[in-house]
């Protein structure tokens, strides 16, 4: 009998969390954590903006302007998600991801993290920045103020797709733009001919 009342206090709990979910969707809130160029109007459940923002987000100035950078340089075609990680980097900002993950001792780290091409393809397929809310693969009109148009959004979203399947330079491995920890880098040549499915690497010592 117990077993039974736990079985279906645990349905019951799911069913008004996913109600919930879809409830905040509906309204155009924001569904997890908050996107990168954006920040609560909540403090400690305590309201800090005054009025409230639409959505219950306002933008961050420096962040919202690097959000737009990322998605124009992108959309030119002259530049690539290893090179807009290391930018961002460079800047000093860092993503919101605040998970512990093992080092390389195993010991557990936290915090802010470096910048990878995967964090910002992220922000860069990311609905949310042109208006949008995702809910169950659907994309609902967002309360938030959007940093992008929707043409710019589709735009970057064409060049992504035509870069997907080329070569390391234009879809580099996920943890590009992180700065090397040892004495050499590898640089990728050139195929010996066309057609070469191989990829061959040589070392490439710091310049002097």
């Known amino acids: 009998m117990l077993a039974g009342f736990a079985e279906y206090f645990s349905d019951s709990l799911s069913t008004h969390a996913k109600k919930g979910v879809s409830e905040r969707a509906i309204q155009?809130?924001?569904?997890?954590?908050?996107?990168?160029?954006?920040?609560?109007?909540?403090?400690?459940?305590?309201?800090s903006c005054e009025?409230?923002?639409?959505?219950?987000?306002?933008p961050v100035e420096q962040e919202t302007e690097v959000v737009r950078e990322l998605f124009r340089r992108y959309a030119t075609g002259t530049t690539t998600l290893s090179q807009l990680a290391?930018?961002?980097?460079?800047?000093?900002?860092?993503?919101?991801?605040?998970?512990?993950?093992?080092?390389?001792?195993?010991?557990?780290?936290?915090?802010?993290?470096?910048?990878?091409?995967?964090?910002?393809?992220?922000?860069?397929?990311?609905?949310f920045y042109y208006g949008k809310v995702k809910h169950l693969e659907q994309l609902l009109p967002?309360?938030?103020?959007?940093?992008?148009?929707?043409?710019?959004?589709?735009?970057v979203q064409s060049a992504m797709k035509r870069n997907s399947g080329r070569s390391s330079t234009l879809n580099p491995h996920p943890l590009a733009g992180i700065p090397a920890q040892g004495p050499h880098t590898l640089r990728p040549l050139p195929p010996a001919h066309v057609g070469a499915v191989l990829q061959q690497w040589e070392p490439l010592l710091p310049r002097t």
Not at 29 to 47: A, N, R, W
Request: charged fraction near 20%; aromatic fraction near 6%; charge should be positive.
């Open 28 to 47: 155009g809130k924001h569904l997890g954590g908050i996107p990168f160029g954006y920040h609560s109007c909540c403090e400690k459940k305590q309201l």
């Open 142 to 155: 967002g309360a938030q103020e959007p940093l992008v148009s929707e043409e710019l959004f589709q735009t």
């Open 51 to 58: 009025p409230e923002h639409p959505g219950g987000l306002h």
């Open 86 to 127: 290391t930018w961002l980097n460079g800047q000093g900002l860092r993503t919101r991801n605040m998970k512990k993950i093992a080092d390389g001792s195993g010991i557990l780290q936290g915090g802010p993290r470096l910048f990878t091409t995967a964090s910002v393809r992220g922000i860069l397929h990311n609905s």
